[in-house]
């Protein structure tokens, strides 16, 4: 059964996949379980697949689109809804999510995103998590995986390290090509993010968490000791209590976290002769 009317051509620089499939979209507004006391925010309502569902049981939907030519399909589409919807045209990448916040409620940010965008606008909403609930997206699953994984996995590294330093991930279900329209090449699935209020691990300073991370994995079959040479030797990481013989993917968040304090807390040699 297809919801999508034919008066729009799916656009591709837009990463435009219209959800067609009755059943996943039940699905996942299940999962979101949407409730009237909710402020939702949906990146890229595309035809409103998913937004109708959700304006029936939100009290507030603000949706965001980059393609002007869907807004004005929505606007009318959504007339009856009045003041409950709003929808803005711009760029997802963008936009100050912190200034739809109108009261004392968290958002809740939902979308099925275009592939090519969605770990930046991840990381752009993680940053600014402190004014957001949950988050529920459709990604690319081979994406999902990556960021739900845990050491010593195959597919664990600086996707799911940063993913997991900011929220709690949870892969939920698989979807098929065919539920899109036009169907794309790889399977999804949806994933929920729910931002920790105190973060379980939390560096000293997060650029320096970002380059610890980012270097551990130059060469993923090499060693700590190799890879961290540029920052610190493989004594030091022993000092810490890290087993520099290791391969990046055994260490554990907190792990990365102790070996960015102590970067952080470490003088440059400059400043240690000085004061001396
Ligand atoms: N939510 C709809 C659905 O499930 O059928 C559409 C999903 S489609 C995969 C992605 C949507 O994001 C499209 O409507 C596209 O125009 C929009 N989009 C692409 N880039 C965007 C951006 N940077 N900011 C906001 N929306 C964007």
Same mark, same amino acid.
């Given at each position: 059964m297809s919801k999508r009317p034919p008066m729009h051509q799916a656009r591709k620089r837009f990463g435009q996949n219209f959800l067609h499939d009755a059943g996943i979209i039940r699905r996942i507004i299940r999962s979101i379980a949407p409730h009237e006391s909710d402020h939702m925010v949906e990146i890229g309502p595309g035809l409103g697949a998913l937004t109708e569902e959700l304006l029936d049981e939100a009290g507030a939907l603000d949706a965001i689109e @980059?393609?002007? !030519?869907l807004p004005p399909i929505l606007r009318s589409k959504f007339f009856s809804y009045g003041d409950k919807f709003r929808i803005f045209e711009q760029d997802a990448m963008k936009f100050?999510?912190?200034? @739809?916040?109108? !009261?004392?409620r968290p958002l809740r940010v939902v979308g099925n995103l275009p592939y090519n965008i969605s770990t930046q606008l991840i990381f752009h909403l993680l940053h600014h998590?402190?004014?957001?609930?949950d988050m529920h997206f459709m990604l690319q699953k081979e994406v999902v995986d990556r960021m739900a994984a845990g050491p010593g996995?195959?597919?664990?590294g600086r996707l799911g390290i940063m993913t997991q330093y900011w929220c709690k991930v949870e892969k939920l279900f698989e979807v098929p090509p065919e539920s899109f329209n036009p169907a794309p090449k790889v399977d999804s699935a949806i994933v929920r993010l729910t931002p920790y209020t105190t973060l379980p691990a939390e560096a000293k300073d997060i650029k320096m968490l970002e380059t610890v991370v980012r270097t551990s994995f130059t060469?993923?079959?090499?060693?700590l000791r190799n890879n961290l040479k540029p920052l610190l030797s493989g004594d030091e990481l022993s000092e810490l209590g890290i087993d520099p013989s290791l391969r990046p993917e055994r260490l554990s968040l907190p792990e990365f976290v102790t070996i960015s304090d102590y970067l952080s807390e470490k003088k440059p040699a400059s400043e240690e002769a000085e004061s001396a």
């Open positions: @980059l393609d002007r !030519d100050d999510f912190e200034s @739809l916040r109108e !009261d004392e998590s402190n004014c957001i609930l996995e195959n597919n664990y060469m993923r079959r090499k060693t």
